[in-house]
């Protein structure tokens, strides 16, 4: 079955920078769309940034929109998400999961995705 890793995470001041990687070590046959979440202490899970496997298309929440950037590279099986201009607000754990279909609609609800990694900590510092 499918099997997503997180890694990247850790200590960055405002301002800076940081690159988040999901390794899926399974496959699929199937179209499909990964995405990262994110949850802070006391909040729920949000969306953050989705994008579909099989098409060069991708969503962002309003709050990391200019600001991140999420990508995709088929050949390593590896999901990206560049984020830049770090506000202490960012930190959170970060999560890749992925949802089979394309379905535009549900790229941003969290309950819909059907497998999860374990996370990676972000931590921004003022």
């Known amino acids: 079955q499918v099997q997503l890793v997180e890694s990247g995470g850790g200590l960055v001041q405002a301002g800076g920078s940081l690159r988040l990687s999901c390794a899926n070590s399974?496959?699929?046959?199937?179209?499909?769309?990964m995405g990262w979440f994110r949850q802070a202490p006391g909040k729920e899970r949000e969306f953050v940034a989705a994008?579909?496997?099989?098409?060069?298309?991708?969503y962002y929440a309003d709050s990391v929109r200019g600001r991140f950037t999420i990508s995709r590279d088929n050949a390593k099986n590896t999901l990206y998400l560049q984020m830049n201009s770090l506000k202490p607000e960012d930190t959170a754990v970060y999560y890749c999961?992925?949802?089979?279909?394309?379905?535009?609609?549900?790229?941003?609800?969290?309950?819909?995705?059907?497998?999860w990694g374990q996370g990676t900590q972000v931590t921004v510092s003022s």
């Open positions: 999961a992925m949802k089979l279909g394309l379905s535009v609609a549900t790229m941003r609800t969290a309950r819909l995705y059907n497998y």
């Open positions: 399974g496959r699929t046959s199937s179209a499909y769309t």
């Open positions: 994008i579909s496997w099989t098409a060069s298309s991708t």
